[in-house]
């Protein structure tokens, strides 16, 4: 079974930019889509971009042109990178199988907040 492991969040200013992985503990390239995921104050767990094996990606509306994720099938880490981050991106942020959205199970997460 693979576990997954997320990194790199910290505190930003409006504008900014932070680059989150993830880190399995064993071959990524078993899992056809790979998803990021973020969890707001208050909020529920909400979709945020999905990478498949072969690179093709998909984004939610909201983070569309300032987003991107990526994934390293050799280093078995998946990647985002967030840029023009904004205070309505301040969430806990989770990667997973996209297969088990939304029933799988989650890992600690990375917190990213980004205030002035």
């Known amino acids: 079974q693979v576990q997954l492991v997320e990194s790199g969040g910290g505190l930003v200013q409006p504008g900014g930019s932070l680059r989150l992985s993830c880190a399995a503990s064993g071959s990524i390239s078993e899992i056809n889509i790979m998803g990021w995921y973020r969890q707001p104050p208050g909020q529920q767990r909400e979709l945020v971009a999905t990478?498949?094996?072969?690179?093709?990606?998909f984004y939610t509306d909201s983070v569309k042109g300032r987003f991107t994720a990526n994934r390293d099938n050799v280093e078995n880490t998946v990647y985002l990178q967030m840029n023009s981050l904004k205070p309505d991106d301040t969430a806990v942020y989770y990667c997973?199988?996209?297969?088990?959205?939304?029933?799988?199970?989650w890992g600690q997460g990375t917190q990213v907040t980004v205030s002035s």
């Open positions: 997973n199988d996209h297969f088990k959205w939304p029933w799988g199970s």
């Open positions: 990478v498949s094996r072969d690179g093709i990606t």
